[in-house]
C-alpha cells in the first residue's frame, strides 16, 4: 500500500491492517520503502512526464487483489478499482499526476494497462458521498451504502460503483457524465481494451 497523504506505517495501524497481517502470517509492504520501481517508458504512458513508475512486487504478483474504497474524489471525481492503482505508482510522479487534473482520468487508464489485478473488492458498507475522498474536506459526507462490489472487470465494477455515488450524492453532476459507462475512468480504460468493451 502506499497512501498519498501520510506515513504508510501510521495507516497499517490506524486501520487495522497491521494487527490482521500480523495475525494472518502476511507481509506488509510500504512501497515508499521500495527501490524495485520499473521504468514504463512516455510512449506507453504518454500523459506522464518522462513515463511512469511501477513496483515490480506487483507487476511480477500472480495475483492481486485490490481493495479499493466507496468515495467521490474532488479531483478523479470517483474512487473505485481504477483509481485505486494511482497508489502503486512511484510517490514523486505521483505528485506531478494528481497536479494535473486533466490528465488524471488518461494516467488512470495507463496504469491499469499495466496493472492487472484478479480481483477488485470494496467494501461499501460506509462511503464517502460528498466532497471525497476524506471526510476531513470541508462540505464532505459519509454516508450508510450497504454495499459490497466484487469483479474480475474493473471496467464493471466502477460502472457500478459510480451509479451507486450518483444516487447517493448531493452533487451527481460532479460525478461527470450521467451514463456512468461514459465516466473518464470507464471510457478512457475501455480505449485501452481493460475490461468491458
Known amino acids: 500500500d502506499s497512501p498519498f497523504w501520510g506515513d504508510t506505517s501510521d495507516v497499517f495501524e490506524a486501520t487495522g491492517l497491521r494487527a490482521a497481517a500480523v495475525a494472518a502470517g502476511i507481509e506488509l509492504i510500504d512501497f515508499r520503502d521500495r527501490d524495485d520501481w520499473v521504468e514504463i517508458p512516455t510512449a506507453e504512458a504518454p500523459d506522464w512526464e518522462d513515463g511512469m513508475l511501477l513496483p515490480a512486487t506487483m507487476l511480477d504478483a500472480d495475483h492481486v487483489i485490490n481493495l479499493p474504497a466507496l468515495k467521490t474524489h474532488f479531483i478523479a471525481t470517483v474512487t473505485l478499482a481504477l483509481k485505486l492503482q494511482i497508489g502503486a505508482t512511484e510517490p514523486e510522479c505521483r505528485r506531478w499526476a494528481l497536479a494535473n487534473h486533466e490528465r488524471v482520468a488518461p494516467q488512470i487508464a495507463q496504469i491499469n494497462a499495466h496493472l ?11 462511503g464517502c458521498i460528498n466532497g471525497g475522498p476524506t471526510a476531513s474536506i470541508p462540505g464532505s459526507e459519509e ?22 455515488l450518483r444516487q447517493l450524492t448531493a452533487e451527481p453532476g460532479l ?23
Open 116 to 126: 492487472t489485478p484478479s480481483l477488485s473488492l470494496t467494501e461499501g458498507f460506509l
Open 143 to 164: 454516508g450508510d451504502v450497504g454495499l459490497v462490489l466484487a469483479s474480475r472487470d474493473r471496467i464493471a465494477h466502477d460502472v457500478v460503483g459510480t451509479a451507486v
Open 175 to 197: 460525478l461527470g457524465p450521467a451514463t456512468p459507462r461514459d465516466g473518464p475512468h470507464a471510457a478512457d480504460a475501455a480505449a485501452l481494451a481493460r475490461g468491458i468493451p
